[in-house]
């Protein structure tokens, strides 16, 4: 459904270009308190080193490149961590 933005439907669109094994799409979440907000977030992992991160919402889609990180893979540890 265009214009979906939950990770229900952000997922399988993800899963076309990554592949399900290598991709992780959740609940957008922002700030310290981890707030719920309208969105999704993703990890795509890219080989043994690198990732493919970011955020869909209804203003925009991001994209960041990054390495992984220890205790979440492809996502962001919370902003308190």
């Known amino acids: 459904m265009r214009g979906t933005i939950n990770p229900a439907y952000v997922r399988p669109v993800l899963t076309r270009i ?4 290598h ?9 310290t ?4 907000t309208e969105g999704s977030d ?3 992992w890219i080989g043994d080193t690198a990732c493919v991160t970011g955020a869909v919402t209804k203003d925009r889609v ?5 390495g992984h ?3 979440t893979g492809c996502v962001a ?4 961590h």
Do not use: Q
């Open 23 to 31: 991709l992780s799409v959740g609940d957008l979440l922002i700030g």
């Open 77 to 80: 540890p919370p902003a308190s």
């Open 62 to 66: 991001w994209v960041e490149v990054n």
């Open 33 to 36: 308190a981890l707030t719920k």
């Open 69 to 71: 990180y220890p205790e």
């Open 18 to 21: 990554a592949g399900a094994s």
């Open 42 to 44: 993703y990890g795509i």
